[in-house]
T-cell receptor, first 115, second 114 residues
Framework: DAGITQSPRHKVTETGTPVTLRCHQT?????MYWYRQDPGHGLRLIHY???????DKGEVSDGYSVSRSKTEDFLLTLESATSSQTSVYFC??????????????FGSGTRLTVV | AQSVSQHNHHVILSEAASLELGCNYS??????LFWYVQYPGQHLQLLLK??????LVKGIKGFEAEFIKSKFSFNLRKPSVQWSDTAEYFC????????????FGSGTRLSIRP
């Protein structure tokens, strides 16, 4: 597998608390993404980044923020966790723009439970 | 907006049966198309991809997919499935100006009876 790790792998947190998930890559890829996976919905894009300090919203960005201060790290923060954010979160990386786009490499996921 | 539809939510087959999973997308321009597989408890892995050229694409583990532009479809096929193909399969599209942003379908769960 490519050098992409997510932490933590599992987390249980209480409603209303902030939570930060980390994605770390050693591939020096420009693009990084956060998806959530829920039964019946497939994967839905939360936020993505196309460079250091360059981020944009995906289709389900409400309640989430991201930061990318270094090429290798992409952080996802749930500002005030709610039960509807219980999900499996996947980070993904890709090499480049449309001219050399080869799809994503995914991390192993973070299972988040909000109680 | 782009979208991807996978109409089969759960498919159950016996070993050695032939497989076809449907995928349709909505976008009128140039597209890149993907199939990803997720084995139980694992992350998504790329099965095959179409960028251009021959519309019949061959991937890993004996899978193939055919891009039919007139039908906006990219169906996944395998002539003879194995128990180890039990997994969830996701069709995905990258299109238009959304450089490097992939939209996924809701997935098809494939169960193979030994």
């Amino acid at each position: 597998d490519a050098g992409i790790t997510q932490s933590p792998r599992h987390k249980v947190t209480e409603t209303g608390t902030p939570v930060t998930l980390r994605c770390h890559q050693t591939e020096n890829h420009r693009y990084m993404y956060w998806y959530r996976q829920d039964p019946g919905h497939g994967l839905r894009l939360i936020h993505y980044s196309y460079g250091v300090k360059d981020t944009d919203k995906g289709e389900v960005s409400d309640g989430y923020s991201v930061s990318r201060s270094k090429t290798e790290d992409f952080l996802l923060t749930l500002e005030s966790a709610t039960s509807s954010q219980t999900s499996v979160y996947f980070c993904a990386i890709s090499e480049g723009d449309r001219t050399d786009f080869y799809g994503y490499t995914f991390g192993s996921g973070t299972r988040l439970t909000v109680v | 907006a782009q979208s991807v539809s996978q109409h089969n939510h759960h498919v159950i087959l016996s070993e050695a049966a032939s497989l076809e999973l449907g995928c349709n997308y909505s976008y009128g321009g140039t597209v890149n198309l993907f199939w990803y597989v997720q084995y139980p408890g694992q992350h998504l892995q790329l099965l095959l991809k179409y960028f251009s050229g021959d519309p019949l694409v061959k991937g890993i583990k004996g899978f193939e997919a055919e891009f039919i532009k007139s039908k906006f479809s990219f169906n996944l096929r395998k002539p003879s499935v194995q128990w180890s193909d039990t997994a969830e399969y996701f069709c995905a599209v990258n299109a238009g100006s959304s450089a490097s942003k992939i939209i996924f379908g809701s997935g098809t769960r494939l169960s193979i009876r030994p």
